[in-house]
């Protein structure tokens, strides 16, 4: 069965550090992969989504991840975070936009 | 573009009583689904439809759990009798369709049960 687990429940960057999000994935077929994003009282927003083709994906905000097949990992990088960055992060794998399996997230809080 | 609309924002009942939630899609998006998150948890996909038929509902709790989607458009996710592990935020999402394009969510309607 699919699965999605995303090993940090909490991390704090300095606002300019970089970040790294970690995602890794079970899955039967070539999935499709996804970084959402929540902030505080609002709705998730897609931040990326990949399927095929460049391993590297560029998203919306400055966000990039990178699919690695021999890892079964998905993960977010960003190479400078802003302060407006602090959310709740969520990977999530399913074929396309069905059966769409979402990890526990990860909480980002941005030091000044 | 109006994004998804939900309501209420803010439900809290008492365990058996009965809530129902409503979710109106982006217009022309004929794909909707209903999400559970638990608090600390990932949402959990617990119905979808397509149009106004039901495309995938293997994790809805179908003795105390209902959705429709009568015109294709609105949506009502109802919850009959609540229990205490109910307690959530329920959000809708809505996509042109079940390939390419992306998930829009609303902001969802949290439900506490006492």
């Known amino acids: 069965a699919q699965s999605v687990t995303q090993p940090d429940i909490h991390i704090t960057v300095s606002e300019g550090a970089s970040l790294e999000l970690r995602c890794n994935y079970s899955?039967?077929?070539?999935?499709?992969l996804f970084w959402y994003v929540q902030s505080p009282g609002q709705g998730l927003q897609l931040l990326l989504k990949?399927?095929?083709?460049?391993?590297l994906v560029q998203g919306i905000k400055g966000f990039e991840a990178e699919f690695k097949r021999s890892q079964s990992s998905f993960n977010l990088r960003k190479p400078s975070v802003h302060w407006s960055d602090a959310a709740e992060y969520f990977c999530?794998?399913?074929?396309?936009?069905?059966?769409?399996?979402f990890g526990a997230g990860t909480r980002l809080t941005v030091k000044p | 573009e109006a994004g998804v609309a939900q309501s209420p924002r803010y439900k809290i009942i008492e365990k058996r009583q009965s809530v129902a939630f409503w979710c109106n899609p982006i217009?022309?998006?004929?794909?909707l689904y209903w999400y559970q998150q638990i608090l600390g948890q990932g949402p959990k996909l617990l119905i979808q439809?397509?149009?106004?038929?039901?495309?995938?509902d293997s994790q809805l709790p179908k003795d105390r759990f209902s959705a429709e989607r009568l015109k294709g458009v609105d949506s009502t996710l109802k919850i009959q009798p609540a229990k205490l592990e109910d307690s959530a935020v329920y959000l809708c999402?809505?996509?042109?369709?079940?390939?390419?394009?992306?998930?829009?969510f609303g902001e969802g309607s949290r439900l506490t049960v006492l």
């Open positions: 999402a809505s996509s042109l369709g079940p390939s390419g394009g992306e998930l829009f």
């Open positions: 899955y039967g077929a070539t999935p499709y």
């Open positions: 990949y399927f095929s083709g460049d391993t």
């Open positions: 999530a794998v399913g074929e396309d936009n069905n059966d769409m399996r």
């Open positions: 217009s022309g998006h004929a794909t």
């Open positions: 439809f397509q149009n106004n038929g039901v495309v995938d």
